[in-house]
């Protein structure tokens, strides 16, 4: 433990005050945006559509996700990413209100389809804002900041949205939205809405930049990325779907679950990352 203690002091010592503000505002944001992983047993059990109707469903919320981050990268660089941020996050909290009220599939997608654009806008805006809160030498260890606390919110969410979706999914969705106002009245107070701007060296280096699409191992990298993807998600949507009807687990067991996979991701990815530097 104490090893695992001093790789953690190492990776983050030293790092800006602003930085550590934005994974704080992250860790309480995350807590509230687990309802993915029950939104297909949901759509299932309490609504009643079938596995192939949900499946159908949480594309509508991936497609929303793809729209939702490509308009917040450019909407970060035209109106700073903490503006972004906060706005995401305001106009976020509608969304989860309406899921458990409506009565149609059509009025069903069109809010989650509002929601995942809306939400997923601030990924983008979350990187822009560490690289501009942090020198270009920092950024990595800002990321991976950035990332456990993004890990640690999601364990905390999982388990509370489990129990809460137990009691009552209309409770978890409202839970999710009260949640999303304290992070953006969080997000507000520590660094207003005023637009974050770049340093004169990072834009004259964003510039010069030869663009993405001209640079063929990075591509082969996003390939690679998207074909993991397609593995990975299928936990998010047919796992818990899975956990519920075959094993009989209850939401409260699945909301543990995942819990104790952000856990183990937050307790061992900086050991790991320690061990393996170096190594191409």
Known sequence: MTAIL??????????????????????????GTMFLPFLSIYLTT?????????????????????????????????????????????????????????????????????????????????NAAMSDFCPPEEHTRAFALNRLALNLGMSVGSGVSGVLATVGYGVMFGFNALVALLAAGLM????????????????EATQAAATPWADGVFLAFLALQMLAALVFFQLIGALPMYWRSECGIQEWGIGVLFAVNTLLIVLLEMVVADLLRGVP
Do not use: K, N
């Not at 990776?11 to 704080?24: E, H, K, Q, S």
């Not at 899921?99 to 809306?118: F, G």
């Open 6 to 31: 001093q790789a953690y002091r190492q990776a983050y010592a030293g790092l800006p005050r602003r930085v550590w503000l934005l994974a704080g505002v992250m860790l309480v944001s995350r807590c």
């Open 188 to 203: 507000l107070a520590a660094f207003g809405f005023a637009a974050a701007r770049r340093g004169e060296q990072d834009a």
């Open 46 to 126: 309490e609504s009643g559509y079938t596995p192939t109707q949900a499946g159908g469903v949480l594309a509508v919320y991936g497609v929303g996700s793809v729209v939702g981050t490509y308009a917040g990268g450019w909407l970060s660089h035209r109106f700073g990413p903490v503006r972004v941020i906060v706005v995401s996050l305001l106009l976020g909290a509608p969304g989860f209100v309406a899921i458990p009220l409506c009565s149609s599939l059509t009025m069903l997608v069109a809010a989650l389809l509002y929601l995942s654009v809306v939400r997923e806008a601030s990924r983008p805006a979350i």
